[in-house]
Structures are given as C-alpha cells and as structure tokens.
C-alpha cells in the first residue's frame, strides 16, 4: 500500500523520472513513497519558434513519452522540466564558467521567470502542467558572482543558479509564486494533481 497523507494514489507505484537530487528531496517532502528510474540520453530539446512559456511543459512530456513502452498498469511517472527565462531568453545549464557568469549578469538587478513543466503519466492518464515564479535579485557584483560560481559550481542548474544556495540567500529580494517550483518541482500543485488523478 503506498504511503500517503490525504492523497490518494490509486494504489499506483509512483516513479520520479530524475536525476536531481532536489527534486527527490522535494518529492520526499510530501511523505509519498516514490522510486527513482531514469533512462539515459533523454532528448531535451524543443522546436524551434515553441512558446517560451510552453518549452518546460513541452519538455516534461517528451521525458515522459520516452518511459510510455517500459510502464506498468500500477504505476504513474512523474516527469519535470524547468527553465529560466529572462526577456523571453530561455537561459538553460551554463556551458563552462564564462557562460555562468553571463547568466548571473542577465538575471543581476532585475526579476526573471522560472517555469517548471510537469507530466503525470499512468497506462491511462496523461496530464501535464506548468507553474511560473517570478524571482527579482538584487545587482550582484562582479565579486559575488565570482564567489558563487566558484564555491558553487552551478553547472547543472538552469540559469547558472540555485535558490536555495549562497547566491539565493544574499541575491534574491522578492519572490512571487511558489519557492519549491524555484527549486525544481512544484510540490503543492502536483499534490494537488495527484489526489484529483
């Protein structure tokens, strides 16, 4: 019997398709017992011309199609995909340190969007979702950013950064929406989505 609290899951068996180690520790959080499977080489690439604000959603659904031939009928897959967007630039994993510090720079003084897409998948169901946060850093200096990506080597993080991490404690200034989509997955909407699946 799945653990739950006041979530049903259809008795299903569910399967967290990610590496991140935050978002296990977010999913962990919602006290649902969860496997983690995850398939190399993924394709995360998009269309070109897709809406920016459709790219995650988009993204989350095409992990999802690759796992469709490999699931059970007691199971249900999460999938999750997030970006970072600022003026309509979608800023991804940064490349190498320059690249990091570039980002860092654009996001610098100003407020960007971070967009997770979600899909829950069963034998029977498909449904997919994606929230937006509104975060606003502060001006950071050229030593802060330096500082960061130093220490923190943000190289698997979209935008080159991680909220919950040094950069987030001294640079983020306001924050609208949910904390938790900031940090990979919106854990309130998907329990929210799980009890209605």
Not at 25 to 35: T, V
Not at 125 to 137: E, G
């Amino acid at each position: 019997m799945p653990k739950h609290y006041g979530c049903e899951t259809m008795n299903k068996k569910i399967i967290l398709a990610s590496n991140s180690p935050r978002r296990r520790e977010l999913l962990g959080g919602l006290d649902i017992d969860f496997e983690v499977k995850v398939l190399p080489d993924i394709n995360e690439s998009y269309p070109e011309g897709l809406p920016v604000e459709e790219t995650a959603q988009y993204i989350a659904s095409e992990k999802a199609a690759a796992y469709v031939d490999l699931m059970k009928s007691d199971e249900l897959l999460i999938t999750a995909d997030t970006i970072v967007v600022v003026d309509k630039e979608i800023l991804g994993k940064p490349h190498d340190v320059e690249d990091a510090r570039r980002m860092l720079k654009l996001i610098s003084g100003r407020t960007h969007q971070v967009i997770t897409g979600v899909c829950l998948m069963t034998k029977q169901r498909v449904k997919t979702f994606s929230v937006s946060t509104d975060v606003t850093f502060k001006m950071l200096s050229d030593k802060e950013i330096d500082y960061y990506i130093e220490h923190y080597k943000p190289f698997d993080k979209a935008g080159a950064y991680g909220i919950q991490e040094w950069i987030g404690y001294i640079g983020v200034t306001n924050l609208s929406g949910s904390y938790f989509n900031v940090m990979g997955l919106p854990v309130q909407r998907i329990y929210t989505e799980l009890q209605d699946m």
